[in-house]
């Protein structure tokens, strides 16, 4: 169990983390969300004894880190910076932390063959590639065994082999009854690896809950409809004070029903309801589904306004990972992303 | 790279020691002697300048040999008569100083300028442990190493210069010149780590050091001649840690070998102690 409490950190001035507490619980995979700026990779060097926090404390099962006996077998880390030396071989990197764990050689080698290095082992690691380095960071979080696991944006730079590695190691680990704590700006692959949320922005903390919970709380939530009869149901709608947007027929919507009847988007008012007035009325309905918004609808929801750049505009060069509104539009599509 | 199955990662079956047992000193220093030895740009190139600075030791005792016009004649054959170990080590500490000041740098910065910091003191959070050990283990390795430097010099340079100046270990002063060579080269190897510490960029440190070691000697040279001066002359780091390799000093130094040397470690612990206390205030 991780306990972040009170925890406030600033750099020259300028706030990085304010008041921040929570608690990450074993057992499930927790999403650690944030625009970029808002303070993720300094909250995880707080809990982690690397920062010093001005104020507040973090314990891991209720301990400083620094106070922790062979930290690496309570607590595994993969930071987003890098952390190993180039001129030395993966082997060696993974020996000298071994060593100060006094765990056997014989460790390190079942670590390499693990995450798949056993052959480039005695290679430079300054000549591994992002995803090769990614492996080396998580064969030395894992090398104690630990309970804990914390990752700063593990899947950043990884393939989609690499990717669904990662995302099947936390949640194996999180079923073995272990806390997995994962930082991330990036709302899809959040959605579909936690179970938990904890959102931040500008150092603050915007929500704390299950991932689902997060998703349904968001007020966009809309229905999808399809009928022929468009124009009345419009109308029929917009009398009891909703609002129809219509949207484009997918012209067979690509699932073969080959119907061509008009497709509303209806807000303001419940699946049911949109039912209860077509029925009234007796017009046909083709289709009547709940859209549930995707992580990254509630994800924008939540940050609006903690955006550390402030949100993009379409001037500005793309070098800032913000999520910024050209991910936005996915809403009315039940993408990968939305957890049901 | 192919996926690896995802099968155990339980350290069950490699037989690792149940947790609880206090993590040793013994083992940090085990981690930091690993590290110094697993970068081959680091250790290797001071190994290479022991071999170096003991051939370049004989190459100048020959070149004295061969060019030997007795005692009435060159200055440097009177400096060689009066004081050979003048000539023996001379090569030893400036090149040997430069060597060791730029490895007990690069031991810390490297930390820093890749990152592997982070990892260490995840590993190892007791950041005045983690020191304590990094410091032990470079003195140690230092020490076999300048030792080594210090004596190989002094026999092959001494075996050169033979045919006509003898000098043995057994003569008066020079057994703790030599061996005080090889101190001194640590002591200055820990300074420049210490000084790594405070500033944590190679860059930085390596010139604040070399400046120490190259740069402050000259421009004491052109302090006035008063007794104020002389002093602050006699106790800079440098000036007072080369008293105790020298057999026949200049004039009537200030300090005696050992209290120069002394002055030197007096620098060295203070400088640490600052940068320890620093290393664990400071984020990493």
Same mark, same amino acid.
């Given at each position: 169990?991780?306990?972040?409490?009170?925890?406030?950190?600033?750099?020259?001035?300028?706030?990085?983390?304010?008041?921040?507490? %929570?608690?990450?619980? #074993?057992?499930?995979?927790?999403?650690?969300?944030?625009?970029?700026?808002?303070?993720?990779?300094?909250?995880?060097?707080?809990?982690?004894?690397?920062?010093?926090?001005?104020?507040?404390?973090?314990?891991?099962?209720?301990?400083?880190?620094?106070?922790?006996?062979?930290?690496?077998?309570?607590?595994?880390?993969?930071?987003?910076?890098?952390?190993?030396?180039?001129?030395?071989?993966?082997?060696?990197?993974?020996? %000298?932390?071994?060593?100060? +764990?006094?765990?056997?050689?014989?460790?390190?080698?079942?670590?390499?063959?693990?995450?798949?290095?056993?052959?480039?082992?005695?290679?430079?690691?300054?000549? %591994?590639?992002?995803?090769?380095?990614?492996?080396?960071?998580?064969?030395?979080?894992?090398?104690?065994?630990?309970?804990?696991?914390?990752?700063?944006?593990?899947?950043?730079?990884?393939?989609?082999?690499?990717?669904?590695?990662?995302?099947?190691?936390?949640?194996?680990?999180?079923? +073995?009854?272990?806390?997995?704590?994962?930082?991330?700006?990036?709302?899809?692959?959040?959605?579909?690896?936690?179970?938990?949320?904890?959102?931040?922005?500008?150092?603050?903390?915007?929500?704390?809950?299950?991932?689902?919970?997060?998703?349904?709380?968001?007020?966009? +939530?809309?229905?999808?409809?399809?009928?022929?009869?468009?124009?009345?149901?419009?109308?029929?709608?917009?009398?009891?004070?909703?609002?129809?947007?219509?949207?484009?027929?997918?012209?067979?919507?690509?699932?073969?029903?080959?119907?061509?009847?008009?497709?509303?988007?209806?807000?303001?008012?419940?699946?049911?309801?949109?039912?209860?007035?077509?029925?009234?009325?007796?017009?046909?309905?083709?289709?009547?589904?709940?859209?549930?918004?995707?992580?990254?609808?509630? %994800?924008?929801?939540?940050?609006?306004?903690?955006?550390?750049?402030?949100?993009?505009?379409?001037?500005?060069?793309?070098?800032?990972?913000?999520?910024?509104?050209?991910?936005?539009?996915?809403?009315? +599509? #039940?993408?990968?992303?939305?957890?049901? | 790279?192919?996926?690896?199955?995802?099968?155990?990662?339980?350290?069950?079956?490699?037989?690792?020691?149940?947790?609880?047992?206090?993590?040793?000193?013994?083992?940090?220093?085990?981690?930091?002697?690993?590290?110094?030895?697993?970068?081959?740009?680091?250790?290797?190139?001071?190994?290479?300048?022991?071999?170096?600075?003991? $051939?370049?030791?004989?190459?100048?005792?020959?070149?004295?040999?061969?060019?030997?016009?007795?005692?009435?004649?060159?200055? *440097?054959?009177?400096?060689?008569?009066?004081?050979?170990?003048?000539?023996?080590?001379?090569?030893?500490?400036?090149?040997?100083?430069?060597?060791?000041?730029?490895?007990?740098?690069?031991?810390?910065?490297?930390?820093?300028?890749?990152?592997?910091?982070?990892?260490?003191?995840?590993?190892?959070?007791?950041?005045?442990?983690?020191?304590?050990?990094?410091?032990?283990?470079?003195?140690?390795?230092?020490?076999?190493?300048?030792?080594?430097?210090?004596?190989?010099?002094?026999?092959?340079?001494?075996?050169?210069?033979?045919?006509?100046?003898?000098?043995?270990?057994?003569?008066?002063?020079?057994?703790?010149?030599?061996?005080?060579?090889?101190?001194?080269?640590?002591?200055?190897?820990?300074?420049?780590?210490?000084?790594?510490?405070?500033?944590?960029?190679?860059?930085?440190?390596?010139?604040?050091?070399?400046?120490?070691?190259?740069?402050?000697?000259?421009?004491?040279?052109?302090?006035?001649?008063?007794?104020?001066?002389?002093?602050?002359?006699?106790?800079?780091?440098?000036?007072?840690?080369?008293?105790?390799?020298?057999?026949?000093?200049?004039?009537?130094?200030?300090?005696?070998?050992?209290? $120069?040397?002394?002055?030197?470690?007096?620098?060295?612990?203070?400088?640490? $102690?600052?940068?320890?206390?620093?290393?664990? *205030?400071?984020?990493?």
């Amino acid at each position: 169990m991780i306990e972040a409490r009170d925890l406030t950190k600033s750099f020259g001035g300028k706030v990085a983390v304010d008041h921040l507490s %929570f608690v990450v619980q #074993p057992g499930r995979v927790t999403g650690f969300l944030g625009p970029n700026g808002a303070g993720k990779s300094t909250t995880m060097r707080l809990i982690l004894g690397l920062d010093h926090p001005d104020s507040g404390n973090a314990t891991i099962d209720g301990q400083r880190y620094a106070d922790l006996v062979n930290p690496l077998r309570t607590v595994g880390a993969l930071l987003e910076a890098k952390s190993v030396h180039t001129g030395r071989s993966a082997r060696n990197h993974l020996l %000298f932390l071994a060593q100060t +764990q006094g765990l056997p050689a014989s460790r390190v080698d079942a670590m390499l063959d693990l995450v798949g290095l056993r052959d480039v082992a005695n290679r430079r690691a300054g000549s %591994f590639s992002l995803g090769m380095s990614q492996r080396l960071g998580v064969a030395a979080a894992l090398l104690g065994d630990p309970r804990i696991l914390l990752l700063d944006e593990p899947v950043n730079g990884l393939d989609p082999e690499g990717v669904l590695w990662i995302r099947n190691l936390m949640k194996h680990l999180a079923s +073995q009854g272990k806390t997995v704590m994962v930082s991330s700006h990036l709302m899809n692959e959040m959605a579909v690896t936690a179970d938990h949320l904890i959102v931040i922005g500008r150092g603050r903390l915007l929500a704390n809950a299950s991932t689902e919970e997060v998703i349904a709380r968001q007020s966009s +939530q809309t229905v999808r409809v399809r009928t022929p009869d468009a124009d009345r149901l419009t109308a029929l709608i917009a009398a009891e004070g909703g609002r129809v947007v219509p949207t484009a027929n997918g012209n067979g919507d690509g699932n073969g029903s080959g119907d061509h009847a008009p497709v509303l988007t209806v807000s303001g008012m419940r699946a049911a309801r949109v039912g209860e007035i077509a029925a009234s009325a007796q017009i046909v309905l083709h289709e009547l589904t709940p859209q549930l918004g995707t992580l990254e609808d509630a %994800f924008l929801e939540l940050t609006a306004g903690s955006l550390e750049f402030g949100h993009l505009g379409t001037e500005l060069p793309g070098e800032s990972a913000s999520p910024g509104p050209a991910t936005a539009g996915s809403a009315t +599509q #039940p993408t990968t992303g939305s957890a049901r | 790279m192919s996926a690896t199955p995802v099968t155990s990662y339980s350290a069950a079956d490699t037989g690792q020691p149940a947790q609880g047992r206090r993590a040793g000193f013994g083992r940090d220093m085990l981690a930091e002697w690993t590290k110094i030895r697993s970068v081959r740009s680091t250790l290797w190139t001071l190994i290479i300048a022991v071999v170096v600075i003991i $051939g370049f030791t004989a190459l100048i005792s020959w070149v004295v040999v061969a060019n030997w016009n007795g005692p009435h004649a060159a200055a *440097r054959d009177a400096r060689a008569i009066s004081d050979p170990t003048s000539i023996i080590y001379g090569v030893a500490i400036y090149l040997g100083q430069l060597a060791i000041a730029v490895l007990g740098v690069l031991v810390v910065t490297t930390e820093y300028s890749t990152g592997v910091i982070r990892a260490s003191l995840l590993a190892v959070p007791r950041r005045y442990t983690m020191l304590a050990a990094k410091v032990l283990v470079f003195t140690l390795l230092m020490l076999v190493l300048a030792e080594i430097m210090a004596f190989g010099s002094f026999f092959v340079g001494g075996a050169i210069l033979h045919s006509h100046v003898s000098v043995s270990l057994s003569d008066h002063d020079v057994l703790r010149a030599t061996f005080g060579a090889g101190l001194y080269l640590v002591a200055f190897g820990l300074f420049a780590l210490a000084i790594g510490v405070l500033i944590r960029h190679t860059a930085g440190a390596i010139s604040i050091a070399v400046g120490v070691a190259f740069v402050l000697p000259i421009l004491a040279g052109l302090l006035p001649d008063t007794s104020f001066f002389n002093h602050l002359n006699a106790y800079l780091p440098v000036q007072a840690g080369s008293q105790v390799y020298l057999v026949r000093p200049e004039g009537a130094p200030l300090l005696s070998s050992w209290q $120069g040397l002394g002055v030197l470690c007096i620098y060295v612990v203070v400088l640490l $102690g600052i940068g320890a206390y620093l290393f664990d *205030r400071r984020d990493a």
